[in-house]
């Protein structure tokens, strides 16, 4: 089950699914809301039959400025998207994967969440949060054989940041093109020496779904060409 912010996107994305011989349904949920992420689990069992992995990668770049100019509504809202909705969607997920004796959580977190990043505050709060609800769910679930795993990637030039660079630059008047320049200029700490490409995360998501991973648990899975 594809869950996007744009109906269209998901749409796209589970028709690509089908294409290939799987079975994919798409849905929009508002995951700030705990009815909407309690639903969206219980419609993908009703679905699909079961819960295998739960795969948390929504996200928002939040407010771009100093922790002291920081409106107290964007920070909660920034937490909403990239703390909180995942804890509902895990706390959902959690009793239909007890079922079966095994699966799968993956998060989706940021290198912002270990390396801080100037005006950055809710993002690097709640990716870091992200990192540590990651780690205690895979002591609290070791049991169960449910493995829960974290991926953090570096530099992507997802849709996402590329809007927010957009964003930014109307707000600024600098222009966009600047702040990419600036984005690319942090590659020099990067042993690639490129950015991380969403297939790249991609395929270690589908490994840690994979029976292939069956020992990972806990783990924190840099995708950041060596930078950190």
Request: proline residues 4%; aromatic residues 4%.
């Amino acid at each position: 089950m594809i869950n996007s912010r744009s109906a269209a996107d998901s749409k796209e994305v589970a028709e690509e699914i089908r294409k290939s011989g799987g079975v994919s349904i798409s849905v929009s949920a508002d995951l700030s809301s705990p009815h909407e992420c309690r639903t969206l689990i219980e419609s993908a069992v009703q679905e699909l039959g079961r819960l295998d992995v739960l795969v948390n990668n929504a996200g928002t770049p939040g407010p771009q400025v100093p922790v002291e100019e920081c409106d107290l509504r964007d920070w909660v809202s920034t937490l909403n998207v990239n703390l909180t909705a995942p804890f509902l969607l895990v706390r959902a997920a959690i009793p239909h994967l007890k079922e079966h004796g095994q699966g799968r959580i993956i998060n989706i977190s940021s290198g912002a969440g270990i390396q801080p990043m100037v005006n950055s505050g809710p993002y690097g709060v709640s990716k870091a949060g992200l990192i540590m609800l990651t780690r205690i769910l895979s002591a609290e679930l070791a049991a169960e054989a449910i493995k829960v795993n974290c991926v953090t990637p570096g530099l992507v030039l997802t849709d996402m940041i590329l809007e927010n660079m957009e964003k930014v630059s109307q707000e600024t008047g600098v222009p966009a093109e600047e702040f990419i320049a600036m984005a690319e200029k942090s590659l020099q700490f990067n042993h690639v020496g490129r950015a991380t490409k969403t297939a790249e995360v991609a395929e270690v998501v589908a490994f840690l779904a994979s029976e292939a991973s069956s020992s990972i648990t806990g783990e924190v899975i840099n995708l950041n060409g060596g930078w950190f």
